[in-house]
């Protein structure tokens, strides 16, 4: 049987997805696990950017498995003066390797363009994040250079700047 994705729109039973992504393996280029008071405001925040037409994020659910495998989503962002989205991803250890992750960012993909109000999508990867770097490049971004942040806060980072036209499909803007 051929495995397909969905992407879901997140809701408020989707705490546990936050849960299984929240493991030192899962967060090494994020600042290590976060504390369940920070995973509760991390899902309220997801619902209430939602609610706003600030975010779109979901859960990413494989035709194979009975639990969700993770999550995706997009959020509106000022870059270097101009209005963009900027997307991130988490597929659960147990999951991973099976390309889910490459169908989920395409989805993804597809619904920020479909927003149409937004030229680009945003990725930015930590340098030395492999895995999230290479999703980029197989994904058709363009990488566009380095930039430096802090993430979390306090806990400086160098990360690729990797960007997807949405312009340059059917439907986008």
């Not at 000022?78 to 390309?99: F, H, K, L, N, P």
């Amino acid at each position: 049987m051929d495995e397909t994705i969905t992407l879901r729109p997140w809701s408020d039973n989707d705490f546990p997805v936050l849960e299984r992504s929240n493991t030192p393996a899962m967060t090494v280029f994020l600042g290590g696990p976060e504390s369940d008071e920070a995973l509760r405001n991390r899902h309220a925040r997801f619902l209430r950017l939602w609610q706003e037409g600030e975010a779109r994020m979901f859960v990413v659910e494989s035709s194979r498995e009975p639990e969700s495998v993770g999550s995706i989503g997009y959020w509106k962002k000022q870059w270097q003066g101009e209005d963009v989205y900027e997307t991130g991803w988490s597929i659960a250890t147990a999951y991973q390797g099976r390309g889910l992750a490459a169908r989920a960012l395409a989805a993804c993909v597809a619904d920020a363009a479909a927003q149409g109000d937004r030229p680009l999508l945003l990725a930015f990867p930590r340098t030395d994040n492999v895995a999230s770097n290479a999703l980029c490049r197989s994904g058709g971004f363009t990488l566009r250079g380095e930039a430096d942040f802090e993430y979390p806060k306090g806990n400086p980072i160098r990360s690729n700047v990797w960007a997807y036209d949405l312009t340059s499909l059917p439907s986008g803007g």
